[in-house]
């Protein structure tokens, strides 16, 4: 572990800017030689962004990046493989009409003479980086097939076969097992003792500290601290982390919830590949009443969110507002009745991202302000006006397109959506996700205004801070299971978290 | 990617501005130059006679490229326009002649009236199977509307054994007189047909902007998965888009049977192509969620003028051809640079602020 292990990569001054957000902000950083080099920070704090710039996923606005001492430009991701930077990407990039084998030879297919694909050699070859990864994953299978954490370690065995000088790691573990989580460390030991420069990022503290030899802090965008591994604890990284002042989680104000106002009843939804991804799951919730739901990558949360607001068929199970069965199955109807959703992915289903900001907003509730079939413009402007100003966002015309706004304010704008259709029960997914501080206080500050006002809000969240922070109660779920429930003066953190890892282990997974 | 620092092209995103100003007005300014362009080069091309002739024959294609361009908005394609052109003349000359034979020794005739009614209907009819098999079956739109592309013109030719249905007078006796005045008719000095162009297209930019159902053909078309989220019901917004299309097909139908007082089943063969064509010069975005019905009109009209100017200045048709091609790619290609220039305007602007 001596410090002056030889730097084999070094970005200066990069910056990186999007229609929307500056991501990264003039950030210098080091990759050593045959270490964990640890990168962490929040969500939304540009760790994926700046992985991307040295994957040649993405193009900096700004800035050198010196390989070996020598600058180079990456323009896409295949240029930086040749130069040997690989990549685990944090969303799957894999080819799920595809096997194993093929994904993990994608775009260097091994060929005989003739230029046919050598099948067989493919699938050896792979099967011995799959062996190395004890998953039980066959090179035949169709990617498609597996559990999202064995495509997790596919896509990790691609990134290793790849014989990378650096390798990239975006939350490997984020889907894993705890006993999967053990077998990926022995890989990256390994690794490490062959050169391999490992860049790791993740959100797990303890993890970090256990496998990490540097360890590098970003905080919206900017680099803010980089130091030895051994010389930190976590207490100086989670300062780096969120800075001098705290998350602002905005203070319960002690009212207390009324009457049950939602109600679900064995929620079922089965997987494609069979099983369940929603396991009967039955929950209740008050009105003025924050329940949060905690799971990790895959629990089944977002699934249980889509049952509740009827975009499965093929769902089985009761839900009951205020009482009453609601036995509408489609979106649109249950929209009347009072739920809301705020889907966890805003770009793909949350913005109609051509449209206005306006035209975002009253999407959903167009006909509170039509007569007849006109809409009365006067009305839906007062509704959209009120809006911003209610929620704070920024934008200068609301007749804006709604890509130009940065994450955060578009975030408000998937809220507003919801609000403007009057619901009972608001569905929040990973309401924070991707966006800046301020932003984050706010939306924080509103799911608190809006419990006061007699909204039942069911959030999910995989950041155990939140959850605790903002929830009255805590459910927590794991392999489509509702594993836990904590009143909040009961909650532990070690509790919940026990409860998240709960019949995630890999022989559960062959059973099914 | 091009990695411009955003120091260096601050200055020049004013003139970016003004760039994307006349890129955007770039089917209007394409309008004005063919007209300026064959009021010089052709004799006549701006008598009063000759610019109604051109009205009356860029409205064919105009009412086409309308309901053509709510179906691109979603997202989608509507490959049949044309066979429905076909099969509703036939309908419409069929019912004129022979009227409907109930099978028991009685002939039904209708009046023409009650005639337009009914062809309207078949064509709102065949469109709502195009937008069954597209929501229903979840067929491609492509695929879909080819299909009925072929058995619309496979009816048209079977109603007749592939004859034309001439002579369509009717008579007096029966009450079927009267079917020309849709083709040949004037009100206020203007045809008939012009003045149906005006409504239509009226209503259909009222729809566009006013309406909630506007609202969700667009939403539809820019993010299909938000838009269901949000309640739209996509499935019977798609199926408003084909029954539309479907309805000005059947317009065009009568109008073009009107106007030869005769009913060809191979009538309006690649008159899709020409709607396609006048949707996506009048900015319609091929890929959904971006168009407007008054850019499309513009788009008929250029490229309808473009091809009667040609005419009339005795270019050959085989010329004509390329040249229409050739104003369709390069509308496409200053299309696509706009969007980019447009991302590079904000994104400037953006680093600019921080």
């Known amino acids: ?512 | 990617m091009t990695d411009i620092p955003a120091k260096a092209a601050a200055p020049s995103a004013s003139s970016g501005s003004a760039l994307l100003t006349l890129m955007k007005l770039r089917t209007f300014i394409a309008l004005i130059a063919v007209l300026v362009f064959f009021s010089i080069a052709a004799p006549n091309f701006l008598s009063a006679a000759n610019l109604i002739l051109m009205a009356k024959h860029v409205a064919l294609n105009a009412f086409l490229a309308m309901g053509m361009t709510f179906v691109i908005i979603t997202g989608g394609i509507d490959l049949s326009v044309g066979s429905i052109v076909g099969l509703c003349g036939m309908v419409a000359g069929y019912l004129v002649l022979n009227g409907i034979d109930l099978q028991i020794g009685y002939t039904v005739y209708f009046n023409v009236f009650e005639i337009i009614v009914i062809t309207l209907l078949v064509g709102i009819a065949i469109g709502a199977v195009n937008g069954l098999l597209i929501t229903r079956l979840n067929v491609a739109p492509f695929i879909a509307t080819l299909g009925v592309l072929y058995v619309a013109r496979g009816f048209a030719l079977l109603s007749s054994d592939g004859r034309t249905f001439p002579n369509l007078v009717g008579k007096p006796e029966l009450g079927t007189t009267g079917f020309g005045f849709l083709g040949a008719g004037r009100l206020l000095g203007l045809p008939v047909s012009i003045w149906i162009l005006i409504v239509v297209a009226l209503g259909a930019a009222y729809l566009a902007r006013y309406t909630p159902l506007g609202r969700h053909i667009f939403a539809v078309g820019g993010n299909e998965r938000a838009a269901r989220i949000s309640g739209v019901r996509v499935n019977m917004v798609k199926m408003f888009v084909y029954m539309f299309s479907g309805f000005c097909a059947a317009i065009v139908g009568l109008i073009i049977s009107s106007e030869l007082m005769a009913s060809h089943p191979a009538t309006g063969e690649s008159f899709e192509l020409n709607a396609i064509a006048a949707a996506v010069l009048g900015g319609t975005s091929m890929s959904g969620g971006r168009g407007t019905i008054g850019g499309t009109i513009v788009g008929a009209f250029v490229i309808g003028i473009l091809s009667d100017g040609l005419v009339m200045m005795g270019v050959s048709s085989f010329w004509q051809m390329v040249i229409k091609g050739l104003v369709i790619i390069v509308a496409v290609v200053v299309d696509q640079a706009q969007r980019r220039l447009q991302q590079r305007v904000t994104l400037m602007q953006m680093a600019r602020v921080g």
């Open chain 1, 1 to 512: 572990m001596s410090p002056g292990r030889e730097v084999i990569l070094k970005l200066e001054d990069v910056s990186k800017v999007y229609a929307g957000t500056v991501a990264v902000k003039q950030a210098n950083f080091e990759v050593r030689k045959g270490a964990v080099n640890v990168l962490v920070g929040e969500n939304g704090a540009g760790k994926s962004t700046l992985m991307k710039i040295i994957a040649g996923v993405e193009q900096p606005t700004a800035g050198r990046i010196l390989l070996e001492g020598e600058e180079v430009s990456f323009s896409s991701s295949g240029d930086a493989v040749a130069r040997g930077i690989g990549m685990v990407f944090q969303e799957l990039n894999l080819f799920g009409n595809m096997t194993v084998a093929e994904n993990i030879f994608a775009t260097r297919e091994i060929t005989n003479r003739l230029g046919k694909i050598d099948r067989k050699e493919q699938e050896k070859r792979a099967s011995e980086f799959l062996d190395r990864l004890e998953a039980g994953i066959r090179p035949d299978m169709l990617v498609e097939d597996l559990r999202i954490g064995q495509q997790q370690l596919v896509e990790i065995a691609k990134a290793v076969s790849l014989d990378a000088k650096i390798l990239i790691m975006d939350e490997p573990t984020s889907a894993l097992s705890a006993a999967e989580v053990e077998i990926l460390f022995k890989v990256i030991a390994d690794l490490k003792a062959r050169g391999v420069a490992i860049v790791y990022i993740s959100h797990r503290l303890e993890e970090l500290i256990r496998i990490g030899d540097t360890v590098t802090v970003l905080r919206d965008g900017r680099i803010t601290g980089q130091e030895e591994m051994r010389r930190v604890d976590t207490q100086w990284i989670v300062r780096q982390m969120i800075g001098s002042d705290a998350k602002d989680f905005a203070k319960a104000d002690g009212h207390q919830p009324g009457e049950e106002i939602f109600r679900a009843e064995e929620i079922c939804l089965p997987r494609v590949t069979g099983g369940l991804a929603v396991d009967h799951v039955s929950l209740s919730l008050r009105a003025g009443e924050i329940l949060g739901i905690y799971g990790l990558m895959g629990a089944g949360r977002s699934e249980l969110f889509d049952c509740i607001m009827g975009r499965h068929g093929h769902a089985s199970g009761k839900i009951f507002i205020a009482g009453k069965q609601v036995k509408e199955r489609d979106t649109t109807r249950r929209i009347q009745r009072g739920l809301a959703l705020i889907p966890e992915d805003r770009q793909r289903e949350g913005l109609v991202s051509i449209l206005s900001v306006a035209s975002n907003l009253t999407l959903a509730s167009l006909s509170r302000f039509v007569s007849l079939f006109h809409i009365r413009g006067g009305a839906e402007r007062q509704a959209v006006v009120q809006m911003v100003r209610e929620l704070a966002i920024k934008v200068a015309d609301p007749a804006q397109e709604v890509s130009s706004l940065s994450g955060g304010n578009q975030q408000k704008v998937v809220i507003g959506k919801a609000l403007l259709t009057e619901p009972k029960v608001l569905l929040m997914d990973e309401p924070s996700r991707g966006i800046d501080v301020g932003a984050k206080a706010d939306v924080f500050r509103t799911m608190r205004k809006l419990s006061r006002d007699g909204l039942g809000i069911l959030f999910a969240t995989s950041d155990l801070d939140e959850v605790m922070a903002l929830s009255d109660r805590i459910a927590v779920m794991s392999n489509g299971r509702l594993t836990g429930m904590f009143d909040r003066a009961e909650a532990t953190e070690a509790a919940i978290v026990a409860a998240s890892a709960l019949g995630h282990g890999p022989a559960h997974g062959e059973q099914r």
